[in-house]
């Protein structure tokens, strides 16, 4: 890893768009759906574009320890494509049998940071690459919260020794809901630590903003991607990367929303 | 994992409450978790469009009839609903719904392909399928 760069998460049904960023710094892909690899992403790894598998149902958050199957299968994914680290968040997604379907926020306790301590270790002792972790975007809270997000983070990656996948448009989305300022809260993390960074849309509903990834990039987000790049260190992480899970825009619709990050984050265009 | 159990049982009861229509804990903000409930809701219908597209027509059915109803996967989603509403469904749903069944047997608790040809007759056509292929005619 050296100077950043931008990316967008590869999803087969903009796999063509991907294919065709000259100057793509580096793609990252769902780890659950490398159980069936698909062609072109394999061919962006064999021209050398860096690929990050990116899980979404280990569920390192849950009380429960974590399915070595998925673990292994995470492990796995990260071979297939020489993948320079793997990430996965700090939620659950299942409990007692039941799934809920997304990613559900974990308690900020002392019984929830030795629970992720013990599911993460159990994931790293597998890898043979590093593990950065995500803080989700929540549109609730515990209601017995012992510490501050960037607290338990810090005490989780230093516990840990995991590295950071910093999801700004998630920062952006939480500090909304819960009426913070969104660059005290990007202070309050961990940011020497940061392997990566999300960019995502929303949209408010219900009088609450959502992290949809189906809406385009709102300004406020580009706006805290450059207040993001002005605190992250210069070098040893791989840059901004767009999500986009669905309602897709033309291509040159997403080509300008990757310039508009590149440019909040005054790195060169990849378009 | 006895360290874990208060945790493992608030997590439990918060799924419960989000997804299978369970009461919500106290001390949540039933607001902001029913804003995260019906998400959840919404992002399950996009992911049942994945197994089952032609149910396209259907989102606001399909909300109503999965509140309350634990997630069993986008595949047995769509099915339970498409079964549950085949009285009202379009005639694109109708003819994937008999596609699948003339492809697979379903029991209710898991899917299985057929090994015999099988014809399904639904309210507007019909479907055959046989040899790992399926057709669907309709008026």
């Known amino acids: 890893m050296t100077g950043p760069g931008v990316g967008i998460g590869w999803r087969p049904e903009i796999a063509d768009f991907v294919d065709g960023l000259g100057g793509l710094a580096f793609t990252e892909v769902i780890a659950e759906s490398l ?79 030795d629970a992720l301590v013990r599911n993460v270790r159990a994931t790293t002792a597998e890898l043979g690459v590093p593990l950065a972790l ?13 510490y501050t997000e960037g607290d338990f983070l810090t005490e989780l990656l230093d516990r840990t020794g995991a590295l950071l996948l910093l999801d700004v448009a998630n920062v952006y989305a939480n500090a909304r809901n819960r009426g913070q300022d969104p660059v005290k809260v990007l202070e309050s993390f961990p940011l020497e630590r940061v392997a990566y960074c999300h960019v995502a849309g ?69 378009t | 994992m006895e360290e874990f159990a208060d945790l493992e049982a608030r997590q439990e009861a918060l799924v419960r409450a989000l997804v299978g229509g369970a009461e919500l804990p106290e001390g949540f903000d039933g ?5 995260a409930s019906r998400a959840l809701l919404r992002k399950r219908f996009g992911e049942v469009l994945h197994a089952w597209p ?18 069993r996967g986008s595949l047995l989603d769509g099915w339970d609903f498409a ?24 029991d209710g608790v898991a899917a299985r392909r057929r090994r015999l040809p099988a014809v399904r007759v639904f309210r507007r056509g019909v479907a055959v399928a046989g040899f790992g292929r399926a057709r669907a005619w309709a008026r």
């Open chain 1, 134 to 146: 995500e803080p989700i975007a929540a549109l609730f809270d515990w209601p017995d919260d012992d």
């Open chain 2, 83 to 106: 079964r549950a509403y085949r009285g009202v469904l379009s005639r694109d749903a109708l003819a994937a719904l008999a596609l699948r069944e003339a492809l697979w047997r379903y």
């Open chain 1, 35 to 113: 159980h069936h690899p698909d062609a072109r992403l394999l061919a962006l790894r064999d021209r050398g574009v860096p690929v990050v598998p990116h899980g979404v149902r280990l569920s390192l958050g849950g009380a429960e320890a974590v399915d070595p199957a998925r673990v292994t299968h995470l492990a796995h994914a990260a071979e297939l494509v020489g993948a320079p680290l793997v990430s996965e968040h700090v939620a659950f997604v299942r409990a007692g049998g039941l799934e809920a379907g997304h990613l559900l926020p974990v308690p900020r306790s002392r019984a929830a940071l």
């Open chain 2, 54 to 71: 032609a149910l396209i027509a259907h989102r606001a059915e399909f909300l109503s009839w999965a509140e309350g109803r634990p997630p």
């Open chain 1, 202 to 270: 929303g949209s408010e509903r219900e009088g609450m903003y959502h992290d949809t990834h189906t809406d385009p990039v709102p300004a406020e987000v580009l706006a805290l991607v450059g207040e993001a790049e002005r605190r992250c260190p210069p070098c040893g992480r791989l840059g901004y990367l767009l999500e986009r899970d669905g309602s897709y825009p033309p291509p040159s619709v997403l080509a300008a929303e990757l310039d508009a990050i590149a440019d909040a984050a005054r790195l060169p265009r990849v």
């Open chain 2, 31 to 35: 607001a902001t978790v029913g804003a």
